[in-house]
């Protein structure tokens, strides 16, 4: 049913629980598993060595996000693909969902947000609204 699944992960709590989710129904469908991690852009207006060094510290927080995830998800028959990407969480999911021909997309309902006590992410929201395929979204 399923062969091209993405999960998106931000670090949080739901995002991980996203990844077990995403990591099980690849498994049982043999599916390829592609998880995704997204980090705000930089703004140009930083100068240097800031806006080098915000760059820097960014890529390093999701590295060590991508890696956890990767501990999270385990081996996968279908396999695991990575992406790093700068922008917003929801635009590059749906962006790499489109690209990469996704059939499912799985999220945590909530993450890193400024509003976690909504009672859905507004990336999640997002991604409901415009996916181009099925979305799961893990509490």
Not at 23 to 33: F, K
Not at 66 to 89: F, R, Y
Not at 109 to 127: A, M, W
């Amino acid at each position: 049913m399923f062969k091209k699944i993405l999960v998106g992960i931000d670090g949080s709590e739901h995002s991980f629980r996203a990844a077990e989710k995403a990591a099980a129904l690849a498994t049982c469908m043999e599916a390829e598993l592609r998880i995704v991690v997204a980090h705000p852009t930089v703004p140009s207006y930083l100068g240097e060595p800031n806006f080098q060094d915000a760059i820097v510290a960014r890529l390093q927080e999701s590295k060590k996000i991508m890696e956890d995830a990767l501990k999270v998800v385990g081996e996968i028959p279908g396999g695991v693909h990575t992406e790093i990407l700068e922008g917003s969480a929801a635009e590059v999911v749906l962006n790499v969902a489109d690209v990469r021909h996704s059939d499912l997309i799985v999220l945590g309902s909530r993450g890193h947000g400024q509003l976690r006590g909504l009672l859905l992410g507004s990336q999640s929201q997002k991604v409901l609204q415009h996916a181009p395929c099925p979305v799961l979204v893990v509490r």
